[in-house]
């Protein structure tokens, strides 16, 4: 899995007239990118921060998310890219935000947040590959230049790094769940963070009612028949990987409210 270095998200910023930061509206305080931000303010470059997998919670949480963030001087939007919801009014955001012609826009964000989904479905066709999984086929490899529509380019780059967010997001965005030695303290991490906010979240998905993390790791592999083949113990890691690749394709009911930042 090959990532964006810092200097060359620098690069793409200053080259572009609009930075389009895509971050996954179930945890958009989370996945936002403080840096990238402060790089397309120091550069002076309109910033449309697009809150994206809009399908993913009610209509509410997001005109509240997207109140909020506009009321620290950001251009927002939300849509879900996957659902073309919006993504004609996105379009023409940016088109506002650009005062040259033709011009150019540069969209960033962390891994899965989605970005190679929202200039899908501003091409209106299949463009740059996509993939829920950090690391899986369709992961994108390095900057694209794409075209919207004549006068208006778009410039796909492969993500952040490092990963912003702290623990788990630092790890479970970076890394393929193959590839992490031990997934089980970041799903753990996770389904804390999850039932924080949704204690029905694991019944709704595996039909699992424990609250403890390593309980319902526990129970879904065995529910999936996952032992190791010496000890006969449940193969929890299996159980692990599966609930981070879950998250990623959102099988699991879950949303930060917005009630949470604004207390």
């Known amino acids: 899995m090959q990532l964006a270095s810092w200097r060359l998200l620098a690069r793409t910023i200053k080259n572009v007239d609009v930075v389009v930061e895509v971050v996954d509206i179930r945890d ?13 303010e120091a550069l002076d470059k309109r910033l449309l921060i697009v809150l994206n997998k809009s399908d993913l919670v009610p209509l509410r949480v997001a005109e509240k998310w997207a109140r909020i963030i506009e009321g620290m001087g950001f251009d927002v939007i939300y849509v879900s890219a996957r659902h073309r919801l919006s993504t004609r009014r996105l379009r023409g955001f940016i088109k506002h935000l650009a005062d040259v012609k033709p011009f150019s826009a540069g969209v960033i964000g962390f891994p899965k947040t989605g970005k190679s989904s929202v200039i899908n479905a501003l091409r209106g066709r299949k463009g740059a590959p996509t993939s829920p999984i950090p690391g899986s086929p369709g992961y994108t490899k390095g900057l694209q230049l794409l075209k919207i529509e004549p006068g208006f380019y778009m ?15 630092s790890i479970i965005r970076g890394r393929s769940p193959e590839d992490l030695p031990d997934p089980v303290p970041p799903a753990a991490a996770l389904i804390e963070k999850i039932l924080r906010y949704n204690r029905r979240a694991f019944q709704a998905a595996y039909g ?11 129970r879904l592999a065995v529910k999936r028949g996952w032992f190791y083949k010496t000890t006969k113990e449940p193969l929890i890691e299996e159980a692990a990987r599966t609930i981070i690749r879950d998250y990623h394709k959102a099988k699991i009911p879950f949303y930060v409210p917005p009630e949470e930042f604004t207390r």
């Open 28 to 40: 958009p305080m989370v996945t936002r990118s403080r840096r990238a931000e402060r790089m397309a």
């Open 208 to 218: 699992i009612t424990a609250q403890d993390p390593y309980e319902i790791m526990e």
């Open 155 to 169: 410039v796909d780059t492969p993500g952040v790094i490092p990963v912003e967010g702290g623990w788990p997001e």
